[in-house]
């Protein structure tokens, strides 16, 4: 490029940039933004955040505030507009928190969005001493259960305390009924709404110490993703034929239609187990086989149409219908395996041991055999004489035993001799 042309480029690109700039600075006025932006609780996990309007408006502006919600520095897409000078959103208390707002006029290309304005509410207490894993659910719409473990950073002696609050009651409550075991902590508050409600507000829980090192934390739980429903009682069972009736109690706490049922059963053998669907608090089996033991037991889940709970009850405890043919069955083989065993046992051990005797007869003392062939009479003749007599008693007893042996053996082949004629 040539070196003199270049300043003059440059000279003509200013002045565009400077065009570009003072027509927009003439025909949008940035507007002044809120000021005093300022929080308070209004509940136990509720802020209620508020501001003053800017100064010097014009009239014509349809003015509006902007805010939105930066949690842990992430950006939570919770952007709203409004023309009301507070807004009211849940919060952590275990995380930095940031709100952000600015004032804008609708409507309006000739003014611009004012800059934000900016406060944060910071996390109390020692990172890590907060309470994790909490899980609630709520038994049969009559009481909440909800657990927890310490922080990792908190000490085991840390003295957790529950409280909750939804839209509806006055104050928070504490939860009373409170344990611990084996380092979870469990408390259990009674959640009950009038049974012609079909929506239910978020319940607001509040876990915190006494102490100012732990960390409190906030939770808002859904109470329809909560629900589990009772464990079916009074299950009853009857016989007619082939056909098996089943009936249990219905939980009274639900509305009209808002459970179903499964049915499991089986016969015998746990790998044949049936499921089956139920809408109401009864059903029937057909086709059964009347010689089997059926063993049914029943549980309860809460229809999608009311709630969005995937939880299911219990399975009530098992009853059983119908002949025990199986496990008597049973019962004489156990008993009777074993003792045939233990006697076919014996006689086999029995014939064995004459078996052994007729097979190998007593085999002679090597060293006897040995002391006869090298002579060895001349050490001590009179220890000789003496063994050879003890030698030749022993033996006068082992062929006296072998003859008796023989003896009772042949009365015997003599019968089968004369059965065979
Ligand atoms: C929030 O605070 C403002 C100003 O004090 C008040 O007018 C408003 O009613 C409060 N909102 C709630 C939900 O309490
Ligand atoms: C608002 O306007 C008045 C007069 O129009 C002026 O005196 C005042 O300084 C302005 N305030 C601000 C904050 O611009
Ligand atoms: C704002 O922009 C719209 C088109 O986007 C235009 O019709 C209107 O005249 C503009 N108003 C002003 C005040 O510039
Ligand atoms: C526990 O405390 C240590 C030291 O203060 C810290 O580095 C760690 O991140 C904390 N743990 C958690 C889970 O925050
Ligand atoms: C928790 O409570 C018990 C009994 O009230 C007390 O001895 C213990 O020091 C408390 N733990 C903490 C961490 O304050
Ligand atoms: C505490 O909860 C248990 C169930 O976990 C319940 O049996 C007991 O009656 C409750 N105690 C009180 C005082 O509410
Ligand atoms: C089944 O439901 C009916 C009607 O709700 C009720 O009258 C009956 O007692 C229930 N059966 C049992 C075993 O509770």
Redesign the pocket.
């Known amino acids: 490029m040539d070196p003199t042309r270049a300043p003059l480029l440059c000279r003509l690109l200013l002045t565009v940039c400077w065009v570009v700039a003072a027509g927009k600075a003439a025909g949008a006025k940035v507007l002044p933004p809120p000021s005093n932006l300022d929080y308070s609780f209004i509940q136990i996990c509720t802020l209620n955040w508020t501001w003053n309007p800017p100064e010097n408006i014009s009239s014509s502006c349809d003015l509006e505030y902007s805010s939105d919600i930066v949690i842990d520095e992430v950006p939570q897409g919770k952007r709203e507009w409004s023309k009301s000078r507070f807004r009211v959103t849940d919060t952590f208390l275990d995380e930095e928190m940031r709100f952000k707002v600015r004032s804008e006029c609708k409507h309006d290309n000739s003014s611009e969005p004012s800059r934000w304005v900016e406060t944060s509410l910071l996390p109390k207490g ?4 907060a309470a994790v894993d909490l899980s609630c659910v709520w038994h049969n719409l009559e009481y909440m259960v909800c657990m927890w473990r310490p ?3 908190a000490s085991s002696d840390t003295n957790y305390t529950l409280s909750y609050w939804f839209d509806g009651l006055k104050n928070h409550k504490k939860c009373n009924n409170c344990s611990v075991d084996q380092g979870v902590f469990r408390c259990v508050f009674n959640l009950s709404f009038p049974k012609v409600t079909n929506t239910y507000p978020p319940i607001s829980i509040l876990i915190r110490d006494d102490s100012e090192e732990i960390r409190p934390v906030c939770a808002s739980k859904n109470p329809t993703t909560l629900v589990k429903p009772a464990t079916p009682r009074r299950v009853t069972l009857s016989k007619t034929n082939d056909e098996i009736y089943v009936e249990w109690s219905e939980s009274d706490t639900f509305p009209e239609n808002c459970l179903y049922y499964e049915v499991k059963y089986h016969n015998g053998d746990l790998d044949s187990a049936q499921i089956i669907k139920v809408e109401n608090n009864y059903t029937s089996i057909p086709g059964v086989d009347p010689n089997s033991k059926y063993i049914f037991k029943v549980r309860a889940k809460p229809k999608p149409e009311c709630y969005s709970s995937k939880l299911y009850s219990d399975w009530s405890e098992e009853k059983s219908i119908g002949e025990k043919t199986d496990s008597t069955f049973y019962f004489v083989i156990i008993i009777t395996v074993p003792i045939i065993v233990a006697i076919s046992m014996t006689i086999l051990l029995v014939y064995l041991k004459r078996l052994k005797i007729l097979i190998l007869p007593p085999i002679p003392d090597p060293r006897e055999i040995l002391k006869r062939m090298f002579g060895e009479q001349n050490e001590d003749s009179q220890i000789c004489e003496k063994d050879d007599s003890v030698h030749a008693y022993d033996k006068f007893i082992k062929e006296e035993e072998i003859h008796s042996l023989i003896l009772t053996e042949t009365p015997e082949y003599v019968n089968s001799e004369k059965e065979n004629r």
């Open positions: 020692i990172p890590g001493t922080g990792q950073n």
